[in-house]
T-cell receptor
Framework: EAGVAQSPRYKIIEKRQSVAFWCNPI?????LYWYQQILGQGPKLLIQ????????DSQLPKDRFSAERLKGVDSTLKIQPAKLEDSAVYLC?????????????FGPGTRLLVL | AQSVTQPDIHITVSEGASLELRCNYS??????LFWYVQSPGQGLQLLLK??????LVQGIKGFEAEFKRSQSSFNLRKPSVHWSDAAEYFC???????????FGTGTRLKVLA
C-alpha cells in the first residue's frame, strides 16, 4: 500500500513570495490533515478535511494561508505572502475515519525555508 | 483542555542500555494515545497506539508503552537500544471522535556507541 505522498520535499523562497505544497493521501482515506512543525517543536494542526469539506481550520492563519481538497483526494496548501516565521516542515497526514480509524499516517513532509 | 507534556527534551543512552521516554497528558476522559518516531529529514512513523483494553501495548522495533490512568502517563520503553533508534520521539493524544491529535514537543534520543 502506497503511503502519503508530498511534494516538493524542499523549498527555499524569499519573504513575500508565494509557495504551494501538494499532498496525495493514502487511497481511500477520507480525512486529510496539514500540520506545521517548527524546528524543535511538535507538529501543530493547521487544517483538517473530511472528504472535500473543512472540519477544522481554527489554527490556519487565513490572511496568508489557504488550503483546498478538490474531489476529496489530493490537497494543496498555499502560503501567500510568506514570512520568515513560516520556515518549518509542513506535514500532511491522512486517516481512514470513514471506517472509524483514529490512526494518522504521515508523509515525508516539505521543508520550507523563507529567506 | 487537552495537553501533552514530554518533560525530557534530550536523552542520551548507551547502545544496549534500556530506555524510557516519558509522556504525561491532560484530558477529561480516556484519550487515544500514540507514539511516533521521526528520523532526520523524515516524516512521522507510528510506533504504537493505545485505544482501550490491555494497558501494556507492544509496537514496532521492539518498543512498548504502558498506559497508567492514575498517573495520566503513557511512557515508552525499550529494553535494549540500538544505534538506529537515534531519532526524535513524539507522544500524541487524540480526543475520541474528533480524529484530531495534540502532540508533545518531542524527545530527542542520542545513542552512544
Amino acid at each position: 500500500e502506497a503511503g502519503v505522498a508530498q511534494s516538493p520535499r524542499y523549498k527555499i523562497i524569499e519573504k513575500r513570495q508565494s509557495v504551494a505544497f501538494w499532498c496525495n493521501p493514502i487511497s481511500g482515506h477520507a480525512t486529510l490533515y496539514w500540520y506545521q512543525q517548527i524546528l524543535g517543536q511538535g507538529p501543530k494542526l493547521l487544517i483538517q478535511f473530511q472528504n472535500n469539506g473543512v472540519v477544522d481550520d481554527s489554527q490556519l492563519p487565513k490572511d496568508r494561508f489557504s488550503a483546498e481538497r478538490l474531489k476529496g483526494v489530493d490537497s494543496t496548501l498555499k502560503i501567500q505572502p510568506a514570512k520568515l516565521e513560516d520556515s518549518a516542515v509542513y506535514l500532511c497526514a491522512s486517516s481512514d475515519t470513514s471506517g472509524g480509524g483514529e490512526t494518522q499516517y504521515f508523509g515525508p513532509g516539505t521543508r520550507l525555508l523563507v529567506l | 483542555a487537552q495537553s501533552v507534556t514530554q518533560p525530557d527534551i534530550h536523552i542520551t543512552v548507551s547502545e544496549g542500555a534500556s530506555l524510557e521516554l516519558r509522556c504525561n497528558y491532560s484530558y477529561g476522559a480516556t484519550p487515544y494515545l500514540f507514539w511516533y518516531v521521526q528520523s532526520p529529514g523524515q516524516g512521522l512513523q507510528l510506533l504504537l497506539k493505545y485505544f482501550s483494553g490491555d494497558t501494556l501495548v507492544q509496537g514496532i522495533k521492539g518498543f512498548e508503552a504502558e498506559f497508567k490512568r492514575s498517573q495520566s502517563s503513557f511512557n515508552l520503553r525499550k529494553p535494549s537500544v540500538h544505534w538506529s533508534d537515534a531519532a526524535e520521539y513524539f507522544c500524541a493524544v487524540g480526543a475520541r471522535g474528533t480524529y484530531k491529535y495534540i502532540f508533545g514537543t518531542g524527545t530527542r534520543l542520542k545513542v552512544l556507541a
